[in-house]
């Protein structure tokens, strides 16, 4: 059975700092890795994907690696924001298309 | 840009009550999932569609909770009767198939209170 842990659970940065969130799974047949920004009572925003046949994707600030094999996914986050401050999710795709997260590692950026 | 749209926002309804909730996914996306968010933990799913057939309702509450689409398009989850454990954040999302690339879209989520 998938399972995916997020360390840290909670982090607390001044601003311009930056900063690696960490996310590991235990079965490494993933189709690919997603990780998600969720601000407090809203939706999941989707950040960024990474194809199980890739090594990293960047977007602005934000890079995320995946290495398979030891079951573990990096997201980089350069020169934090005060409006980076948000739960940052990780989840993982099998086969069947299901999508298994993590717990999440909430984010506090301070000015 | 297309959204998923779900519909309430917010529900309050007493324990015991029925209560639904409406998701439409982006158009054209065969899988819809329902997930269900407690406070402070992630995301768990609940029920996952293949146009309009269920693929996975493993973690899905069967004496009280179902879900439907009927056409394959939009989707209902109903509680019937809800209880306080119920309260949390409901979740649909849907995703177009493509292989590896399949990238899931998320609503904005249901916020369920049960009093």
């Known amino acids: 059975k998938q399972e995916v842990t997020q360390i840290p659970a909670a982090l607390s940065v001044p601003e311009g700092e930056n900063l690696v969130l960490n996310c590991s799974f235990t079965?490494?047949?993933?189709?690919?890795l997603q990780w998600f920004r969720q601000d407090p009572g809203k939706g999941l925003t989707s950040l960024l994907l990474i194809q199980s046949s890739q090594r990293e994707q960047t977007s602005g600030r934000l890079n995320a690696s995946l290495d398979k094999s030891s079951g573990r996914s990096t997201l980089y986050i350069a020169a934090s924001q005060p409006g980076d401050s948000a739960t940052y999710l990780c989840?993982?795709?099998?086969?069947?298309?299901?999508?298994?997260f993590g717990t999440g590692t909430r984010l506090k950026v301070l000015a | 840009e297309a959204e998923v749209a779900q519909s309430p926002r917010y529900k309050i309804t007493e324990k015991s009550q029925a209560v639904a909730f409406w998701c439409d996914p982006i158009s054209g996306h065969a899988t819809l999932y329902w997930y269900r968010q407690i406070l402070g933990q992630g995301p768990e799913l609940l029920v996952q569609?293949?146009?309009?057939?269920?693929?996975?309702d493993s973690q899905l509450p069967k004496d009280r909770f179902s879900a439907e689409r009927l056409k394959g398009v939009d989707s209902t989850l109903k509680i019937q009767p809800a209880e306080l454990g119920d309260s949390a954040m409901y979740l649909c999302a849907s995703s177009l198939n493509s292989g590896t690339k399949t990238e899931a879209f998320f609503g904005q989520g249901t916020r369920l209170t049960v009093v």
């Open positions: 079965d490494s047949a993933i189709y690919n």
């Open positions: 569609f293949q146009d309009e057939s269920v693929v996975d």
């Open positions: 989840a993982v795709r099998g086969g069947t298309y299901k999508y298994i």
